[in-house]
T-cell receptor
């Protein structure tokens, strides 16, 4: 009964370093997405995917890269971390028919 | 541009009060509207509304959607300190993306 699993839960990076946030879901959902949440700004969409091999940009895609080679996995890559990317990141998935968005537990990233 | 607006952004009430949270939206391809409660961690699902005028209810919480006027309200009656949280409204843009509002931060004082 795992649902949406995100790793790591916490990460500290130095400016310029790269890293990957992992996201996996076991519900066979077609739709997966990454959000970042900053104080007072709600959830902002970074990238999303409506199926394996298909990705698209959300509201704040700059500095992030994604791929979707399988239905289950949707990693988020930070290519060259910047302090402005300090945030809490949530991965979420949903079935293709109308339904709720299921969230992972979140990953808190700090860029020094 | 797709947009979800929530009001108020912040609200402080006392236990036992009734609160109404508002959500209005403009999206290209509406499919459903969702309400979430967020405490310290990930948002937890409350309601999904797809049809106008049909109230969804769960205990002291209820919600209704008006697709003609493009808004929804979330009511919480007899508030408790455990209701303190950020309440998020989101619109499913026909499976292409989910657009979130900024949230309403509710604080319930004993």
């Amino acid at each position: 009964n795992a649902g949406v699993t995100q790793t790591p839960k916490f990460q500290v990076l130095k400016t310029g370093q790269s890293m990957t946030l992992q996201c996996a879901q076991d519900m066979n959902h077609e739709y997966m997405s990454w959000y970042r949440q900053d104080p007072g700004m709600g959830l902002r969409l970074i990238h999303y995917s409506v199926g394996a091999g298909i990705t698209d940009q959300g509201e704040v895609p700059n500095g992030y890269n994604v791929s979707r080679s399988t239905t289950e996995d949707f990693p988020l890559r930070l290519l060259s971390a910047a302090p402005s990317q300090t945030s809490v990141y949530f991965c979420a998935s949903s079935p293709v028919e109308a339904g709720e968005l299921f969230f992972g537990e979140g990953s808190r990233l700090t860029v020094l | 541009e797709d947009k979800v607006v929530q009001s108020p952004l912040s609200l402080v009430v006392h236990e036992g009060d009734t609160v109404t949270l508002n959500c209005s939206y403009e999206v290209t391809n509406f499919r459903s509207l969702l309400w979430y409660k967020q405490e310290k961690k990930a948002p937890t699902f409350l309601f999904m509304l797809t049809s106008s005028g049909i109230e969804k209810k769960s205990g002291r919480l209820s919600s209704i959607l008006d697709k003609k006027e493009l808004f929804s309200i979330l009511n919480i009656t007899a508030t408790q300190t455990g209701d303190s949280a950020v309440y998020l409204c989101a619109v499913d843009n026909y499976g292409q993306n989910f657009v979130f509002g900024p949230g309403t931060r509710l604080s319930v004082l004993p």
